[in-house]
Each structure stands twice: as structure tokens, then as C-alpha cells.
T-cell receptor
């Protein structure tokens, strides 16, 4: 069973650029959630995708967008990068969404640095 | 507005002793609580959880206590081991939110041999 993988591991961008981060969910999972973890803070929920549709969104502006593909892998896109976007971006996969909690498994994250 | 707070950024404990990590929440809609452990360069890994219908859940060396009236939960690790040294996050969810978790800021636990 393959776990959750994310690419790239590290990324450096400059302010104003756009970035795409990728996540492959664990085998059998159909839900992907994305979190932003700023330095010294806990992860903050960005959004969740369930069966290729956005299923919920946290308090993040529209320049944070995502996609989920038929194989349930996912992308996080951030436009017009700002310095405060520098963070570790985590994705987590699970089976099922909404209702009660379903155990989710986190990937190792992508470290984004915006200069 | 931080709905889940971990007020101790760090905790140092001697090997073999008890580690107690605390977490407070403000949103009374939360009905499911989790603890995650995170090592550097790895994603958080699930440790233990508790539903709001319980006040205690135990799994080996790990016990989580929930005090709903105080909106407080704690994680007890007994006995603590050097391999437990990591950052611990508490997280909360409510029934309609499923897997959309609200995390605390984390507590770095250091277990000294």
C-alpha cells in the first residue's frame, strides 16, 4: 500500500509568481485535504476535494485553488504569491468526506519559500 | 480567532516519567478531538482520538482526557520515551465538517534519557 506522496519537496519562488503543488493520495482514498503550516504554527485547513469537487474551504483567498483528478490525486495552485505564503503545505487523504471524521493520512509536505 | 489553543510551546520530561500535553478549545460545536505527532521532515501522524460522548480514551502508553465543561483536553504519555520527542498537535472537528480539522499551534515535547 502506497502512502501519501507530495511533490516537490522544496520550492523557491518570488513574490507575484504562481506555484502548483501536487499530491498523490493513498491507494483506495477518494478525498484530499490541503493544509498550510506556517513556521511555528499548527496546520490550517485550506480546502478539501471529494470525488473531484471542492467539498469545503477554510479562510483562504480565491488565489488559492485546487483540482482533484479522476485517480484522486490533487493539485494546489497559488497565484500572485505573497511573502506570507511561505509555509509547509500538507496534503492528507482519506476515504469519504463530510459527516463524521474518517481517518486521514498526511504526506510529508512541500516547503514553499517566497522571496 | 484561535479556536484550538495549545498554550505550552514546549515541554521537557525525563525518560520514564509522565508527559502531559494540554489543549483548550472555544468552539462548542467540536465533537471529535485528535492528537497528532509530527517529526521533522514528516507529515503529522495520527496518535489517538476521542469523541465528545466519552471523557477518556486509552491506547497503550497514550491516554486522552476530555473535559467538555472546561473545553479542555489533555494527552498523557506514560512512561515517556526518548522516541516520543516530537511536536504534538491537538485537532478538532465537528460532525458536519468531517475531516476538515482545526489544529492547535503545537507543543514540542523533549524526552531526556
Amino acid at each position: 500500500e502506497t502512502g501519501v506522496t507530495q511533490s516537490p519537496t522544496h520550492l523557491i519562488k518570488t513574490r507575484g509568481q504562481q506555484v502548483t503543488l501536487r499530491c498523490s493520495s493513498q491507494s483506495g482514498h477518494n478525498t484530499v485535504s490541503w493544509y498550510q503550516q506556517a513556521l511555528g504554527q499548527g496546520p490550517q485547513f485550506i480546502f478539501q476535494y471529494y470525488r473531484e469537487e471542492e467539498n469545503g474551504r477554510g479562510n483562504f483567498p480565491p488565489r488559492f485553488s485546487g483540482l482533484q483528478f479522476p485517480n484522486y490525486s490533487s493539485e494546489l495552485n497559488v497565484n500572485a504569491l505573497e511573502l506570507d505564503d511561505s509555509a509547509l503545505y500538507l496534503c492528507a487523504s482519506s476515504f469519504g468526506a463530510g459527516g463524521s471524521y474518517n481517518e486521514q493520512f498526511f504526506g510529508p509536505g512541500t516547503r514553499l519559500t517566497v522571496l | 480567532d484561535q479556536q484550538v489553543k495549545q498554550n505550552s510551546p514546549s515541554l521537557s520530561v525525563q525518560e520514564g516519567r509522565i508527559s502531559i500535553l494540554n489543549c483548550d478549545y472555544t468552539n462548542s460545536m467540536f465533537d471529535y478531538f485528535l492528537w497528532y505527532k509530527k517529526y521533522p521532515a514528516e507529515g503529522p501522524t495520527f496518535l489517538i482520538s476521542i469523541s465528545s460522548i466519552k471523557d477518556k480514551n486509552e491506547d497503550g502508553r497514550f491516554t486522552v482526557f476530555l473535559n467538555k465543561s472546561a473545553k479542555h483536553l489533555s494527552l498523557h504519555i506514560v512512561p515517556s520515551q526518548p522516541g516520543d520527542s516530537a511536536v504534538y498537535f491537538c485537532a478538532a472537528s465537528h460532525n458536519n465538517a468531517g475531516n476538515m480539522l482545526t489544529f492547535g499551534g503545537g507543543t514540542r515535547l523533549m524526552v531526556k534519557p
